[in-house]
């Protein structure tokens, strides 16, 4: 199935989108899910993960007065020292690469209290999974892992303290991949549509997934949830509609500046028009 026929299907009975980041930080965060979040960190880190605690995240069906958006992230804590912090997001965000690195930055100061030792400080991962292709990664695949690496000869990792993953679930379709690579595909294939015959036969195979499928259910009957997911949705494609109108404003912008510089250099009017597609009018009143 292509990605945007399976990123168009509607799910049957209603069921809640996991990639709607509340939906997805209550599905992985949560305390009691504890199963689902570690078999999903398994695959993506490709090590043995024995212990995941959920404990310090916000518990949104209970603490958001008003139905307020919180921090929407998932914190686990991975085999009680290494902390790990996953992002889900549908739409793109600017300077997303910065924003990565500061989330990763504010986690990784919090391992050690004042007057205690730097050694103190452990591996902190950040994963991003998007909903969206990266502008600057179009050359690699759909999950990519970042480390701080010397680059002139020995390629010689500095430390194993940083570590970032960055998932775009839309490069997913163009690449056939074996192993943990493929258990991966099957966790995105669950967040694109969790009811998809592909995603059945998953579970037939993954009891955690199964888990998350029997959970993801059981949240969709909360009213109360169902709520926060709408208002969520809404609030999303009202970001990225300003975005778009503000790209297409600036974009009109530039191109009237552009007509302008050609008149004012004595460039005939109707190469301006064919070149910029503005009206004799337009051009002659810049």
């Known amino acids: 199935m292509s990605y945007e026929k399976e990123k168009n299907t509607k799910e049957k009975n209603g069921i809640l989108s996991p990639k709607l980041d509340v939906v997805f930080q209550i599905l992985f965060g949560e305390v009691g899910s504890e199963r689902i979040t570690k078999d999903l960190l398994n695959t993506v880190l490709d090590e043995k993960v024995e212990e995941v605690e959920l404990n310090e995240n916000i518990v949104l069906r209970r603490e958001l007065p008003n139905e307020k958006m919180g921090i929407v992230d998932v914190l686990a804590k991975v085999n009680g020292k290494e902390y790990c912090n996953i992002e889900m997001q549908l739409a793109e965000k600017k300077n997303i690469i910065k924003r990565l690195l500061y989330y990763w930055s504010r986690q990784y100061i919090k391992g050690v209290k004042e007057g205690e030792d730097y050694k103190e400080l452990k591996r902190t991962i950040v994963i991003l999974i998007a909903d969206f292709e990266l502008d600057n990664l179009k050359e690699l695949g759909f999950h990519s892992k970042w ?85 969520r949705e809404k609030a999303i494609l009202d970001e990225r509609e300003a975005e778009y109108t503000g790209y297409c404003k600036g974009k009109s912008e530039a191109i009237k500046t552009m007509a302008k510089n050609m008149k004012n250099k004595g460039i005939a009017i109707e190469i301006i028009e064919e070149i910029t597609n503005l009206s004799k009018e337009e051009i002659e009143a810049l």
Do not use: C
């Open 147 to 231: 480390k701080l690496r010397e680059t002139e000869k020995r390629k010689q990792i500095l430390t194993e303290d940083l570590e970032l993953h960055i998932i775009e679930i839309p490069k997913m379709y163009k690449e056939d991949v074996k192993g943990q690579e493929a258990k991966l595909k099957e966790w995105l294939h669950f967040l694109e549509n969790p009811e998809s015959k592909e995603v059945v036969n998953y579970m037939e195979k993954n009891n955690n997934m199964k888990e998350a499928k029997e959970k993801l259910e059981t949240m969709s009957e909360d009213a109360r949830l169902r709520r926060l997911a709408e208002l």
